[in-house]
């Protein structure tokens, strides 16, 4: 079992939960999709075709999943309508599988060395300082010593909104006055967290350079600066995206890619939303893997990524 296996147990349920707009909102779209429709044909692939778009799978991977499906109607000749949520949750989780073979599931610390770095990016509000709160209270669980850093330091609340996140969880927060430079933060941090011995650090960033030369400078001086602390430093570059965004999901991750490298995702914000299905593209699109999903502000409600538990959620699959 992976470092947050021990947290899991409720994790169907808030999966579910959090998927519940998502689900209604396909499920009434296929509904319509297949109305007066006894078997699979051309017109149910269209409407399909246009349901996964509007459920914000995105374009590219819809065409792969109806490609797909049209391969398996052309073998098994018939295929009654009845069945299209169990054959759209197979035809999905087998894209999704084949694509990447990360195993979130078993994902731990690496032993060879300590403390583990993240360096979490992300445009404003998108949720970095709740997911770093977040994933404190996971790994402090765990029993790991945890250090914070606040380097957005672009304003006085969102130092103060670490802090909070800090003191709620237990771990400390290294940080400086508003305005400081925040490779500056991140130095100290790593300094402290080395000297203490810690096992993980998560660095908070701000996400308001909108100016990409200025986003792509910062975010090299923040790593460089790591270095010289720990040289390997940071081990993962986590971007957070805003799942209720949709699309626009899709385009901050290219954004961010292309201004520094990108290790792993997590995707926010998906309970209180429709556009769950973002997950499904992203994943599909994007070479770098979803590692976690938010699905909701509480500090519980942070999960490992697992492709199949997702799908299964989505479709209603009983495990
Ligand atoms: N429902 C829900 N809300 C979330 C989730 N993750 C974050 N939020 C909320 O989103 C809002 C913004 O989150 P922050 O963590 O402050 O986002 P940020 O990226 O740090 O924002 P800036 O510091 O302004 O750049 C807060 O109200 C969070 O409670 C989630 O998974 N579900
Ligand atoms: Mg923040």
């Not at 246009?50 to 109806?66: A, Q, Y």
Request: aromatic share 6%; charged share 25%.
């Amino acid at each position: 079992m992976g470092l947050f296996g021990i947290f899991n147990k409720s994790k169907k349920e808030t999966l579910d939960k959090g998927l519940e707009k998502t689900k209604q909102s396909v499920f009434s779209k296929i509904a319509r999709a297949v109305a007066g429709k006894s078997k699979v044909d051309d017109d149910v692939l269209d409407n399909l075709e246009e349901v996964l778009i509007t459920s914000d799978v995105g374009v590219d991977t819809t065409l792969k999943i109806i490609s797909r499906i049209e391969e398996r109607v052309a073998r098994d000749k018939y295929v009654s309508v009845s069945e299209l949520n169990s054959i759209l949750r197979d035809e999905i989780a087998a894209l999704l599988t084949e694509n990447n073979s990360i195993d979130n599931e078993n994902w731990d610390l690496p032993s060879d060395h300590a403390p583990y770095v993240i360096l979490v990016v992300g445009v404003n509000g998108v949720g970095k300082t709740t997911t770093i709160g977040k994933l404190a209270y996971q790994f402090k669980k765990a029993g790991k010593k945890v250090y914070l850093g606040a380097a957005d330091t672009f304003r006085a609340a969102a130092v103060e909104q670490l802090s909070i996140w800090g003191e709620r969880v237990g771990v400390p927060v290294v940080k400086q006055q508003m305005g400081a430079d925040p490779a500056s933060v991140a130095y100290d941090t790593l300094s402290s967290a080395k000297a203490n011995g810690a096992d993980v650090v998560l660095i908070d960033t701000a996400g308001r350079l909108h100016n990409k030369i200025g986003l792509m400078n910062e975010l090299k001086k923040i790593k460089d600066v790591m270095k010289k602390v720990i040289p390997q430093a940071p081990d993962e570059v986590l971007l957070v995206l805003d799942g209720s965004t949709g699309q626009n999901a899709f385009e901050q991750a290219k954004q961010f890619s292309a201004v520094t490298q990108i290790t792993s995702l997590a995707i926010t914000k998906l309970d209180g939303t429709a556009k769950g299905g973002v997950v499904i593209g992203i994943s599909d699109q994007l070479k770098v893997p979803v590692k976690y999903i938010g699905l909701g502000e509480k500090m519980e409600d942070l999960q490992l990524f697992n492709k199949t538990q997702f799908v299964d959620s989505l479709f209603n699959i009983e495990k």
